[in-house]
């Protein structure tokens, strides 16, 4: 079959999307540098994915046939022909914030004596995002507006973030819902689960430090987050699972058994619009989630909430124990008291308008295929 390879999309991976081709838009899988359009080759006429998470294992043995049999070859399409939607209709969105590392950093800016909540190692903490600002990796992020207040002698004061950033995460989309009021247990929640994506949840520091306080996040975060096009599936990813965190506490019953945790490496690159390469800015990895996938799923259906095909579930920044491992600028200037120096001689303590920021992710092991996830990209444009 004549595919260019691709570091991220060998056939062990075939993740799923939505692509525009000449006005149409259509589901695809995505081979090497190639897309295999499912409406020519297996006439699904679905313009999201929707329709099909609820049975994605059954369309990925199908696509794997039609590999096998040499028939997907006639109905490939180049990537760079096409351009990326968002992969489905996002109903609901919902953020937690699952690395107990991040939030030991953050706590810790504020209350260096006990950085961690008392709930925390107990209790999946949670918001509820807007599904409707989500976008597709490329699009633009306007600066957003808001209060602000840093004099606590004056007023506050509304106005432009002066303190933006970005979150390293990574997106869960929901692939078979649950009836209202019913739970989903532990051991079948990876069943709900289509597969993963790369989030980045832009956040305006100054605005949330103000307005957080008694509800949680609200402006500081609603305006824009951006998510990568590709979602790949958890049977992908099966030869990348690993044991998940040590609890101690032990998580309440309901919230056994835990799952396993993705052995997935997140990178984070930045670009000043006066350079001409990226530069790394972080290397994590997802096996130090606090709280796993599984656990996420169930907590958030636990009360009776139905979640529906296509709600997307964020994990939260994913940070680990390293300075070189945090996933957002918060973290990684603590709180802008240690700029990064960028190659150009810039520095950055919070993102600046031209700032491009670039979230990468693979799966890689020697004598194993690399499974990747693409690209989430977004160039901070400056606001009205």
């Known amino acids: 079959m004549a595919v260019i390879d691709h570091p991220d999309f060998p056939i062990e991976n075939l993740p799923f999307g939505v692509f525009d081709l000449d006005g149409e838009v259509r589901v695809g899988v995505a081979i090497g540098d190639n897309v295999l359009d499912l409406r020519a080759s297996l006439g699904i006429a679905a313009t999201t994915l929707n329709p099909i998470m609820a049975d994605g294992r059954a369309l990925r043995e199908r696509v794997r046939e039609l590999i096998a049999n040499g028939t997907a070859k006639r109905h490939l399409v180049k990537q760079s ?3 990326m939607r968002l992969p489905a209709h996002i109903g609901d969105y919902t953020d937690f914030y699952a690395s107990i590392h991040h939030a030991t950093n953050v706590g810790s800016m504020f209350r260096p004596d006990n950085p961690l909540l008392p709930n ?24 957003p507006s808001g209060q602000t207040r840093d004099d606590a002698e004056q007023p506050p004061l509304f106005g432009p973030t002066k303190r933006l950033d970005y979150e390293l995460e990574v997106g869960a989309f929901i692939g078979r819902g649950n009836a209202l009021g019913t739970p989903i247990p532990a051991a079948e929640a990876e069943e709900h689960v289509f597969g993963l994506c790369l989030v980045n949840d832009w956040s305006a520091r100054d605005i949330q430090t103000w307005e957080y306080q008694p509800l949680g996040p609200f402006l500081a975060k609603n305006f824009a987050t951006s998510i990568s096009p590709w979602v790949v599936t958890l049977d992908a990813l099966e030869l990348y699972r690993v044991a998940p965190a040590e609890h101690e506490p032990e998580p309440l019953p309901y919230l056994r058994p835990p799952g396993r945790a993705f052995d997935i490496t997140l990178e984070v690159w930045l670009r000043s619009a006066s350079m001409t390469e990226p530069m790394l800015v972080s290397r994590g990895n997802f096996r130090d989630m606090f709280w796993t996938v599984a656990q996420l799923v169930t907590h958030h259906a636990s009360n009776g909430c139905n979640l529906q095909p296509g709600d997307l579930i964020a994990s939260g920044t994913v940070s680990g124990t390293t300075k070189e491992s945090r996933g957002c600028l918060l973290e990684r200037t603590w709180r802008g008291t240690e700029p990064l120096t960028l190659p150009t001689g810039e520095q950055r303590r919070f993102l600046e308008d031209g700032d491009e920021v670039i979230l990468r992710g693979y799966c ?8 990747g996830f693409g690209e989430c990209r977004g160039t ?5």
């Open 364 to 371: 890689e092991r020697e004598g194993l295929p690399r499974i």
């Open 380 to 384: 901070v444009a400056a606001g009205s």
């Open 81 to 83: 022909d096409v351009a």
């Open 120 to 143: 925390y190692k107990w209790v999946p903490v949670g918001y509820h995002g807007r599904a409707s600002s989500i976008v597709v990796s490329g699009t633009p992020v306007k600066r």
